[in-house]
């Protein structure tokens, strides 16, 4: 069975950075595309950033220029670096990978506060 890790997560100050990791068991290049999404309270789920198997990469417009999504193939690991985060942004992080099914992982908490 397809299982996804994320770590990383914590309390960091707005304008703070963080990064995020999520380990694979199999090998990621299995998976079409890998990815992050994240979810505040309240609200639906939101995609993030994907990596493709050919290292395209996507990135909702919210992030842009200040998240990337980076990958390990060697550790069947794919990273988020999330640098000047605002408020806003403290949701619980996903992990998902797509095969022909969507795969998820547990879940990392992000709280940006002061």
């Known amino acids: 069975q397809v299982q996804l890790a994320e770590s990383g997560g914590g309390l960091v100050q707005p304008g703070g950075s963080l990064r995020l990791s999520c380990a694979a068991s199999?090998?990621?290049?299995?998976?079409?595309?890998m990815g992050w999404a994240r979810q505040a309270p309240g609200k639906v789920r939101e995609f993030v950033a994907d990596?493709?198997?050919?290292?395209?990469?996507w990135y909702v417009d919210s992030v842009k220029g200040r998240f990337t999504i980076s990958r390990d193939n060697a550790k069947n690991t794919i990273y988020l670096q999330m640098n000047n985060l605002k408020p806003e942004e403290t949701a619980d992080y996903y992990c998902?990978?797509?095969?022909?099914?969507?795969?998820w992982g547990q879940g990392t908490q992000v709280t940006v506060s002061s």
């Open positions: 998902y990978g797509d095969r022909v099914d969507r795969y």
């Open positions: 199999e090998n990621i290049l299995s998976f079409t595309f």
């Open positions: 990596i493709r198997d050919d290292g395209t990469t």
